[in-house]
């Protein structure tokens, strides 16, 4: 195989490759040999079939479609192996000729470059810490919603619908063409929330006010078009507050009295805001390090992950695990839906292209004795049979391990950069002191002498 540069930019890089004839030759009939290992036929073994029958039964299309994919693999490394270039990405085929068993076979390499980001100076970023505490309207809050999860859910008989009630109906949903609308016929479990924004507001806003067994009509807005809902209320639930006498505190809460409820609930309160003041300060990192970098990701790249990202999110959707930013991007249309995930997917990857490039710079190196460690400590519940059994299983598995070991990374690489925001910032105090001092003593001296 031979092949030469014909160009090269900044984001890609090209080559023309040759297969001469003798060597096409070769791998046809290693491709021929190893197809027909693999081929049954009857009333002959495996690998005992004459050339001349194999030959009637193996067509040249399967043998093409192997040797296709063998000579693009033995280009690939061929060219990454001796170019010693570890931002060759993706590549593609263009030009290609035909495969011929007794003929050269051209065809044009594409690499795309993934280069390393180009980071600025993250050593120098600065960041201010906020102070974190829990007021006393926070706690009487905390305590409320935990009387609202001991409320006791009752049927509703002759009152009217209210925000906050769940309510059971029986829809009948049609489009413009006069067509079902399965996903909106049958009956249904509707909770009469103000702060939900969905498709389906128009009905919350209609059932207000209304009893059971009455009727209500509404459109409702379906991707591009309108769809007319025609809906009965079969039941109507509302929630009923419990009392604190009503609560065992001890058997819950594992507290004796209210006041020791109020201080177990501040210290989560107040854990609570410490984790999320770290996550708004490695978030405030990250984007200052953006900022000031230059990152390519190749478009290949942000496909390819946009669709695992969608793939994943449609799993999450039925185990409910969707955030609230997906929710509203998903309720928004196809397109806006697909610029939410453009930009979530490429935040995703900058911030993982960071993360590996101040590990390298730090030094950090994560090993899968780390992550056992861990895990086994995660799990002690488990005995010692099954603990290996599910840290085999999740080593087995590239991508949920490869995910481990980045998020161990990235708790490394903030930890570092925390670290080294709080030194300079106390080196900055320490100096503001010193000025702050000597202009002091100074100004005294001047007063002296005058």
């Known amino acids: 195989m031979n092949y030469s540069k014909t160009y090269e930019s900044s984001t890609k890089v090209e080559f023309d490759v040759i297969f001469p004839k003798e060597e096409i030759e070769n791998e046809w009939n290693q491709t021929f040999n190893l197809i027909a290992s693999r081929t049954n036929i009857a009333g002959?073994?495996?690998?005992?079939?004459?050339?001349n029958i194999l030959e009637k039964v193996i067509r040249d299309e399967d043998i093409i479609e192997n040797l296709k994919e063998v000579l693009l693999r033995k280009t690939f490394n061929k060219i990454r192996d001796e170019q010693g270039d570890e931002n060759l990405y993706n590549i593609f085929k263009e030009d290609e000729s035909e495969i011929q068993k007794d003929k050269e076979y051209r065809f044009k390499m594409v690499f795309e470059y993934w280069p390393d980001p180009e980071l600025g100076d993250y050593r120098s970023i600065k960041i201010k810490a906020n102070e974190v505490s829990v007021s006393d309207e926070e706690i009487e809050n905390q305590l409320n919603?935990?009387?609202?999860?001991?409320?006791?859910?009752?049927?509703?008989e002759d009152g009217e619908i209210q925000l906050k009630d769940v309510v059971e109906i029986t829809m009948e949903t049609r489009d413009e063409n006069n067509e079902e609308v399965k996903e909106y016929t049958g009956k249904s479990a509707i909770s009469i929330n103000p702060d939900i924004k969905d498709r389906l507001k128009p009905l919350r806003d209609a059932l207000l006010g209304k009893k059971v067994g009455d009727e209500v009509e509404c459109d409702i807005e379906l991707e591009s078009k309108r769809a007319h809902v025609k809906a009965k209320v079969d039941s109507i639930r509302r929630k009923e507050l419990s009392n604190w006498s009503d609560i065992d505190l001890q058997a819950n809460f594992q507290v004796e009295s209210l006041e020791e409820l109020k201080e177990q609930q501040k210290s989560i309160l107040l854990m609570n805001k410490l984790q999320q003041e770290i996550e708004n300060q490695k978030n405030e990192i990250l984007e200052k390090i953006r900022e000031i970098s230059k990152i390519y990701i190749p478009e290949t790249a942000l496909q390819l992950e946009k669709q695992q990202y969608i793939n994943d999110l449609?799993?999450?959707i039925k185990s409910r695990q969707v955030s609230k930013e997906e929710i509203n991007a998903l309720n928004s249309g196809k397109d806006e839906f697909s610029k939410f995930a453009d930009m979530t997917v490429k935040k995703s990857i900058e911030d993982l292209l960071i993360i590996e490039k101040i590990s390298k710079d730090l030094g950090i190196v994560v090993e899968d004795a780390e992550i056992e460690q861990r895990l086994r400590?995660?799990?002690?519940?488990l005995g010692e049979a099954d603990l290996n059994k599910w840290i085999q299983d999740l080593k087995n598995d590239k991508r949920t391990w490869g995910q481990l070991i980045a998020d161990v990374r990235r708790e490394r690489v903030f930890s570092a950069l925390l670290t080294m925001c709080v030194e300079r910032e106390e080196r900055d105090d320490t100096k503001q002191n010193s000025e702050e001092t000597k202009q002091g003593a100074e100004s005294l001296e001047s007063e002296k002498n005058s």
Not at 377 to 381: N, S
Request: net charge positive.
């Open 145 to 156: 919603l935990i009387l609202q999860s001991f409320a006791k859910w009752n049927n509703v």
């Open 377 to 381: 400590a995660y799990r002690k519940d």
């Open 314 to 316: 449609e799993k999450r």
């Open 44 to 51: 002959f073994r495996r690998g005992k079939v004459p050339r």
